[in-house]
């Protein structure tokens, strides 16, 4: 077990972790919870409404059984029929993820307790203006007080999960016989790892598939497409005109592409470190990419209204500003063609251009400058990293309240 010296006092931990849609949900709390628990030393129950989506995460997980230990952190199914619990049998700091709502029997018994619970509300992740304002903000609530915690890219939010791990794995997969390692274990040719460039892609349907794709078999150098299976696989069978199979790699002139079986956490932890660029989707694939110092290109989970554009454009003025040092005068500029690129991506409505970029992206010259993103990448984890990790900054914070 990684430990930090100087742990806090050893409290209980209760997360409770609704699965509403794919695997972010259970994919951030199962980190943090994991984090809690080898970092921090803390003990750590984690409740769960979905142990077959836990399980693609957590293979060792037994969905049939309502309590079980997994790395040192309590499992429990969280079902409808809540049973009833002593105030002794909650927790002494109570995390609900995601705006989740805690179940009417168990918070009864937290009201019971002789000490109150540290009661936080985990948010969701956004950029946008008004986070820092309401992180730590306070709720009354059956004569108990819930704090919203935020998670951020600026200072005034709780940050973003980072593991000191990971910065021991971006050195050792850039490593060519750690590639080669990574590639075998899932069957795929060593030589593979010689490509030019490595990219991995995981993202929802998208139309823009088709062009990217084309952009990448055009491409002068070799061009290796990692792609863990998932919602983007009937596109890229359309593309290749063949149904594919996990473990095979398809060629298309200079495009090689291999298609990867869903896997765990660890795996693809060491997937986004080995690639030379990550196309990633949602919230936890997208905050492993920048916490790993690595180029990446974000599909957001679509919202109605399309309310999800807001937040994109929200994260890129926060995530391009000072993109500048890394542009050369001879070139079109960074910034400009990764806002193009980045709205492409997500089918954003181009009427107003950011910055009058084009409507779609020059993904020839966005791989012409992955030097400069790459140098900028680095800058803007270091940024990020300046903010405290999201599961430190909830130890410090619940320390002093229980």
């Not at 430990?3 to 006092?9: C, M, N, R, S």
């Not at 943090?32 to 997980?61: E, I, K, M, N």
């Amino acid at each position: 077990m990684t430990v930090i010296p100087d742990l806090p006092p050893v409290r209980h931990w209760h997360l409770f972790c609704r699965v509403i849609d794919n695997f972010g949900d259970i994919g951030v709390c199962w980190r943090l919870a994991r984090q809690l628990r080898q970092q921090h030393g803390q003990q750590v129950t984690l409740w769960v409404d979905d142990l077959v989506s836990f399980y693609a995460l957590c293979p060792a997980l037994d969905i049939n059984q309502a309590e079980q230990q997994q790395q040192g952190i309590i499992i429990r199914h969280w079902t409808e029929d809540f049973a009833q619990l002593s105030p002794q049998q909650t927790g002494d700091v109570v995390i609900e993820a995601f705006a989740c709502e805690l179940p009417a029997r168990y918070i009864a018994a937290m009201a019971q307790r002789r000490q109150a619970a540290c009661w936080i509300n985990l948010e969701y992740l956004s950029a946008e203006d008004w986070v820092p304002g309401f992180h730590l903000s306070q709720s009354p609530v059956h004569n108990m007080s819930k704090t919203f915690f935020f998670p951020g890219f600026v200072a005034g939010t709780g940050g973003l999960l980072y593991e000191p791990e990971l910065a021991l794995l971006s050195q050792h997969m850039a490593q060519p016989l750690a590639r080669q390692a990574f590639l075998a274990e899932f069957g795929l040719a060593e030589t593979l790892a010689g490509c030019a460039l490595q990219i991995s892609l995981f993202a929802y349907e998208n139309p823009a598939l088709e062009g990217l794709l084309d952009a990448l078999a055009a491409h002068p150098q070799s061009v290796h497409l990692l792609v863990p299976a998932g919602r983007i696989s009937a596109g890229l069978d359309a593309w290749l005109g063949e149904v594919t199979a996990a473990g095979n790699t398809y060629r298309r002139a200079s495009l090689n592409i291999s298609v990867m079986p869903f896997m765990s956490q660890q795996r693809y932890d060491q997937l986004l470190a080995m690639c030379d660029l990550n196309f990633v989707r949602g919230e936890e694939s997208f905050v492993r990419a920048q916490m790993l110092g690595k180029p990446m290109l974000w599909h957001i989970y679509r919202q109605e209204d399309d309310a999800h554009l807001l937040k994109l454009d929200a994260f890129l003025q926060h995530y391009l500003h000072g993109t500048k040092r890394f542009e050369s005068g001879d070139k079109p500029s960074l910034s400009s063609l990764l806002i193009t690129a980045f709205r492409h991506w997500n089918q954003a409505p181009l009427a107003a251009p950011l910055n009058g970029s084009d409507t779609h992206a020059d993904w020839a010259e966005v791989l012409q400058q992955l030097p400069l993103w790459q140098a900028h990448s680095q800058a803007w984890q270091q940024q990020l990293l300046a903010l405290g990790d999201l599961a430190s900054n909830l130890v410090h914070y619940a320390t002093d309240r229980v």
